[in-house]
């Protein structure tokens, strides 16, 4: 019996010995498979030194370059460019970091499944004065990063701090979308000019306005502050490129709006509708950039005196109306009958002549 628990023994020290050696063993593959995949994983610095960056998609192609010191879009047209939308491509350059290899030489086949085709993969190439800084295809992101090729190797890795947003954007979006912006202080009039007649508002101490040289009743001083509120940083929806004038009703504008400052003016061109059914094609000042804007300052292309006037009760409820009186018009009770307990004030008490209680009535 004692023979037999000592072999019973000395085998669990056995399995005991041959777990921990397992353990370890394991352990060190381990390590080795991660400094391997390590050292697959090329050398990856992203940078912000950069004066060029092109990104293509399956929708098409973007250059930005940089020009002294301000961004400008060259492709697929030339115009300036959102700083801050570039800044934020430049700032998520820095963080992109590769992790691991994930899969050597794929096929076309690995490649679709990983997003990194032509039809779904965004490829960006950054330079310095003509130097390539960068040269990568990023594809479908996941748990692990997003899948990622680079120029010069065959293979697949993952990447960290890629923001997918900052390189989606449309053209339009890279566009530098601001129409005016300016101090309100500084102004001293607007004048609207449409089908329904010319608008002029003058500000000194308060907002005045006119229409035919006669002052406008129940004019509200509040909607000239609001229309200049709304002009003094207007921004465009979108663009309307390559649109003939014809199309786009500049030629012959639907409205202009014209902004009288201390040291100069502004115009805006209000022409068709664009996209959609509040939105309008517009001109500003002398630029021949067609912008689309939105319904703030659109339906102003069709207003008429009303919009700059205070309603006719001036919005206050009628105070002849208190609580718990009929309608004007509307019949009181027959005489004679008596108002039940518990009706609104203002009814006439009694039965109709001629008609009795009901038996037990008080």
């Known amino acids: 019996m004692a023979s037999r628990e000592m072999k019973i023994g000395v085998a669990l020290v056995v399995l005991a010995g041959l777990g921990v050696g397992v353990y370890y063993q394991q352990k060190k593959d381990a390590k080795i498979g991660t400094e391997r995949a390590a050292s697959d994983v090329p050398d990856f610095k992203g940078t912000d030194d950069v004066d060029s960056i092109d990104i293509t998609t399956g929708k098409g192609q973007i250059v930005l370059e940089k020009k002294g010191d301000k961004w400008v879009l060259t492709k697929p047209v030339s115009a300036a460019a959102n700083q801050t939308n570039v800044k934020s491509l430049l700032d998520n350059m820095k963080e992109i970091k590769l992790t691991e290899l994930i899969a050597k030489s794929p096929d076309d086949a690995l490649k679709s499944t990983y997003e990194l085709d032509v039809d779904h993969a965004m490829h960006l190439v950054t330079k310095k004065a003509g130097e390539k800084k960068l040269d990568a295809t990023f594809g479908k992101g ?58 002029d508002l003058a500000k000194a101490d308060k907002w005045t306005g006119k229409v035919k040289d006669k002052a406008i009743e129940r004019f509200d001083d509040g909607k000239a502050a609001a229309l200049v509120n709304i002009l003094k940083t207007l921004s465009a929806e979108d663009f309307g490129d390559g649109k003939a004038p014809a199309d786009t009703g500049l030629d012959a504008p639907e409205a202009t709006i014209t902004v009288a400052m201390k040291d100069g003016s502004h115009t805006l061109r209000i022409g068709k509708p664009a996209a959609g059914p509040t939105a309008r094609y517009a001109l500003r000042d002398s630029d021949t950039t067609i912008f689309v804007v939105g319904s703030a300052v659109s339906e102003w292309a069709t207003a008429d005196v009303a919009k700059l006037q205070k309603p006719l009760d001036g919005g206050a409820a009628k105070a002849e109306e208190g609580p718990g009186e009929m309608p004007p018009g509307m019949m009181g009770m027959p005489p004679g009958m008596e108002m039940p307990q518990g009706m609104p004030p203002g009814m006439p008490r009694g039965m109709p002549p001629g008609m009795r209680k009901p038996p037990g009535h008080p």
């Open 142 to 199: 996941g748990g692990r990063g997003n899948m990622v090729m680079i120029a010069g190797k065959s293979d697949v890795y993952a990447a960290t701090g890629y923001s997918g947003f900052s390189y989606a954007r449309t053209a339009s979006d890279f566009r530098d979308k601001e129409m005016f912006k300016f101090d309100d202080a500084g102004v001293t009039g607007v004048v609207v000019t449409n089908k329904n007649g010319t608008f």
